[in-house]
T-cell receptor, first 112, second 109 residues
């Protein structure tokens, strides 16, 4: 079945460690997105990518990094520079401008 | 950048009641979607509606792009409609997809 897969569903990290969240899609979508959601809040854009080997910062990119080496994959690394990384992270993809976006199930990251 | 405001921020309804949720945006858009986030955090696509009106069962949506707003109508609400409703937009010439502030809906049995 086509869709967007985020893994893992739950992730625990020690303070000071980098961690990478996976996002894979088999929808042949061009654009991919990463959002952060804090409890009771809306979704804030971290990074987005329109095509392979290209990505742009969103509104809260500090402390995060991404890569887009394959069309299907858009991993997000939460670095130790991110001061408050505990949050719910959502990945999305869409085919092109003027089309709807679809979301993965999300990853809940907790810093312990 | 574009601002996307939703109202009301919170809404409590009795089962069977109708409601209207509003999404205002500060610039012209070429993409608009409505989502429902369930209690487990999953975002469910409701409508892709950059302009015009669409209906899907008890839900319908209208976007008036020239006046920079969209409305989501929920009729005969059910407890399973509870959750948070978001609109999201992109502006012309960009892939940047920005979410609104959300409306938290609780439907009481």
């Amino acid at each position: 079945d086509g869709g967007i897969t985020q893994s893992p569903k739950y992730l625990f990290r020690k303070e000071g460690q980098n961690v990478t969240l996976s996002c894979e899609q088999n929808l042949n979508h061009d654009a991919m997105y990463w959002y952060r959601q804090d409890p009771g809040q809306g979704l804030r854009l971290i990074y987005y990518s329109q095509i392979v080997n290209d990505f742009q910062k969103g509104d809260i990119a500090e402390g995060y990094s991404v890569s887009r080496e394959k069309k299907e994959s858009f991993p997000l690394t939460v670095t130790s520079a991110q001061k408050n990384p505990t949050a719910f992270y959502l990945c999305a993809s869409k085919k092109a401008r003027g089309t709807e976006a679809f979301f993965g199930q999300g990853t809940r990251l907790t810093v312990v | 950048g574009i601002q996307v405001e939703q109202s009301p921020p919170d809404l409590i309804l009795q089962e069977g009641a109708n409601s209207t949720l509003r999404c205002n945006f500060s610039d012209s858009v070429n993409n608009l979607q409505w989502f429902h986030q369930n209690p487990w955090g999953q975002l469910i696509n409701l409508f892709y509606i950059p302009s015009g009106t669409k209906q899907n069962g008890r839900l319908s949506a209208t976007t008036v792009a020239t006046e920079r707003y969209s409305l989501l109508y929920i009729s005969s609400s059910q407890t399973t409609d509870s959750g948070v409703y978001f609109c999201a937009v992109t502006t012309s010439g960009t892939y940047k997809y920005i979410f609104g502030t959300g409306t938290r809906l609780k439907v009481l049995a």
